[in-house]
């Protein structure tokens, strides 16, 4: 298939620069992915749409606070976004007196090896020790105290390049369950659920679990062949449990529906089921690349926010519910000025 197949015109005016103010008051466009009806909800209305047996699966993943802003010991400004620790190849290493990270840096020709950065008022420092493959730059960052303490004092939140305003409340690109500390970018699919809603869904008898996939901004890179199945798809850290996975078993085997909740839940999923659909714990790196003519092998279900033309994601929609169907779902979005992307409306597909 061409990446052209899945391009579509999006006015400008829909993509959503800030979240709402309440999050459940996002609508959401459901859609059965074997007729392709349509029907609009709100967010807060997902406990009627769920049935008794269902199991929702989760991201637990945590946005780590990885943009800094400082200044060149050359002179000048600079921007480094964290990508991931290269001394932590399983899990986040936040403490010791050194990280030495793989990053994005802005610019970049003034980034080259041996330069010196440094942010806040200089209690972190960095020296530029590799240019790596797309550009991306190994750094080695020197701080006292522990590292996490020292990003959340002084880094921000990781934008998507099409937002373009500040977010007041960095809180609002957590999602309320986050709890493990890794991601570059949110789960955003999840950013509307509220703890309340989550109680409610459970008193429906709908089950909740939870899987950790770690977050890159890989998700926001641009697919460049023209011939899709030639795209390098970007690998990711993530977890899942042998509690996780018995549970999402067990509904399987009660006849239960198991939804993801957002394509990065999807992909650890799909990563972890043999072809009978049956789910094993593991902890490792997936570059799962799913896009139309791929046979799914363990969820019946998706809910996910409205993506990118031409990006990874639309195409994984679109091997769940159907080229045609997730193309005439986003005519009727935008005729109907949902807000995409990332702080925009949500689709249940089931």
Known sequence: MKKSDFNF????????????KSREQSRLLCMDRFSGALSHHRFFELPELLREGDCLVLNDSRVLPARLLGRL???GAVEVVLLRDVGADTSLSLSGNTQTWECLTKPGKKTRVGAKLFFGNDELTATVIDVIDGGKRVIEFRFEGIFLEVLERLGKMPLPPYIHEEIEDAERYQT????EIGSAAAPTAGLHFTQELLTEIMSKGVEIQYVTLHVGLGTF????????????MHAEFFIISKETADAINQTKER????????????????SCSD?????SAFSGFTDIFIYPGYSFKCIDGLITNF????????????????????LSA????IREKYRFFSFGDAMLIS
Do not use: W
């Open 9 to 20: 015109e999006l006015p400008a005016e829909l993509i959503a620069q800030t979240p709402l």
């Open 73 to 75: 010991e050359s002179g």
């Open 176 to 179: 309320v369950y986050s709890k």
């Open 221 to 232: 890179r641009p697919v460049k062949t023209e011939n899709i199945k030639e795209h390098d």
């Open 255 to 270: 006849g239960g529906r198991v939804i993801a909740v957002g394509t990065t839940s999807c992909r650890v999923l799909e």
């Open 275 to 279: 072809e009978a659909g049956v789910l």
């Open 307 to 326: 993506h990118l033309p031409e990006s990874t994601l639309i195409m994984l929609v679109s091997a769940f519910a159907g080229r045609d169907n997730t």
């Open 330 to 333: 986003y005519d009727e979005a």
